[in-house]
């Protein structure tokens, strides 16, 4: 299972019910959460996700609408009574506002916190299956687009070949992950003649809040879902360009130009009630687009 | 009117979609908001409270359920363009969390924001028609009760009594205000005999979060309602002790003997699924006992 479940679609002030940005990002067991705006706790709670097993936080910048429910997130971790550690990425000053507000409520936290400031681009962490890079995005204080990527996955074995040429068991693993086998008499069968290889390695790449900047199309080239800010349509190119945000046809424009599969939109403006028409303009530029509509989970890959 | 909107009756973690604390007390055109956990400016929009006419916010203490909505709604405030001054009282270390929030967003505020910092009891601010007073209560970090209350009303003129003794028009203001009236001829008329009392100014008092102490009996003497605590029924008294917090009948005690006219009760534990039995204990001890219930609007008086 790898999929994107949408807590938060809607840009700064909270409207017609929908919710400042959060994302969890499901890759397997683990969850990434990706932005944590006012009430993402209860959103948690509504969509039934595992708190527990969330392990990373990435805050893209620090407009309240991004992380102003961590705070209230982590406090109610602390009265659940979590033991496991949690890692927390974010721009360095995220660090003391959490800190500072532990420390007037007299909190001490009863699992390890661990805050990693973002002040360069590459990778945060990784795993035997997955890594997270960040990127920068062109957004009114400094702001940060992440990329999660399973691992390329090990090569699949073709058992009737093995038969036929006899391979042990015991060289399954090595052959695996990509080794030749040596038969006694010094013989060597290539490995993609006894295996097969994996579906290609799915990625999810989220832009954060940004102005259109083609700098990003490198940084998410080929994921299989980008997500892509869109606070308003088309028709307010102007104003979009002046608050550092996005339309539907620049979104669009990015997946196109970096060869994404699917596109999803979100971080609505509150000035819109209803969002037929982002995603109808979006894909006059890139179809395979979709709308993030809270409490969907959309697939990736 | 006078009246107290509940928009979140829970403690610390949010359950059974009950929210953390914030009401709104309405007198007249004047809101107060008291208390503004996460989520308030959502709850704000739900019950469709007019957030231009509060000017006044109160924070009982710096535990999360208490304030983390705070710099949420500010900022939204900011960002609908809100101009009017906004008065905010609390602890003193709630200005730099709120300053410091500002400062990395970028954010200037379009309206004048004067935080009032908490340091002793006594009178925080008083208009010709009401007053606000802050009172400390007993919990596990610095934590301030306050009592709303309207200013004694004028006196009403009884025009029939007026006409009987000829006195003109110009003295009526006088006369309300209690002065008495002489005649031409040195006379003493006395103000009792033309004039009848208004209605007693009615009163609202908010205890916060507090362990059961006698000490809030006297600041919140006769208040037509009082608002107390009940984390816990009456079998976790000693819960209640270690941890600040008081029990339904503890409440309802202060009641009684503040001698209060109603008396309601909130701050459930998230323990919790049903309320009922709150109300049932409360009023063993306490008959005027009601349920603070998300939404419902109580008059005060």
């Known amino acids: 299972m790898f999929g994107v479940t949408i807590l938060g679609n809607n840009s700064a002030v909270p409207a017609y019910d929908r919710h400042p940005t959060a994302q969890v990002v499901t890759l397997n067991d683990q969850l990434f959460l990706i932005d944590c705006g006012e009430g993402t706790q209860m959103q948690i709670s509504r969509y039934r996700i595992r708190r527990s097993k ?14 102003f429910g961590l705070i209230g997130l982590i406090t109610s971790m602390g009265l659940l009574g979590r033991e496991q550690e949690l890692h927390i990425y974010g721009p360095p000053e995220l660090e003391g506002i959490i800190q500072l507000q ?21 990778l945060l962490t990784e795993s035997p299956r997955f890594s997270v890079e960040c990127f920068s995005t062109k957004h009114r204080i400094p702001c940060w687009g992440f990329v999660i990527r399973e691992k390329r996955k090990p090569r699949k074995i073709d058992k009737e070949k093995l038969l036929r040429y006899e391979i042990p068991a015991a060289y399954y693993e090595q052959l695996k992950s990509g080794a030749d086998y040596e ?50 349509l088309k028709d307010l190119t102007e104003r979009a360009e002046n608050r550092f945000h996005s339309t539907t046809v620049q979104a669009a424009m990015i997946a196109q130009k970096a060869g994404v599969e699917k596109l999803l939109i979100g971080h609505f403006s509150s000035k819109y009630e209803t969002l037929d028409a982002f995603r109808t303009e979006a894909r006059e530029v890139f179809e395979n687009t979709e709308l993030a509509i809270e409490g969907v989970t959309y697939k990736i890959g």
């Open 54 to 67: 969330i392990h990373h936080i990435f805050i893209s910048h620090l407009h309240g609408d991004h992380y």
């Open 102 to 122: 532990l420390k007037v409520a007299d909190t001490r936290l009863p699992f390890p916190l661990h805050f990693h400031p973002l002040t360069e681009e590459g």
């Open 183 to 232: 038969t006694k008499d010094g013989n060597i069968i290539p490995n993609e003649a006894v295996t097969i290889p994996n579906k290609a390695p799915r990625s999810y790449g989220f832009c954060a809040d940004t102005k259109y900047d083609e700098g990003i199309i490198e940084k998410v080239k080929g994921v299989s879902v980008l997500y892509h800010e869109t606070t308003y």
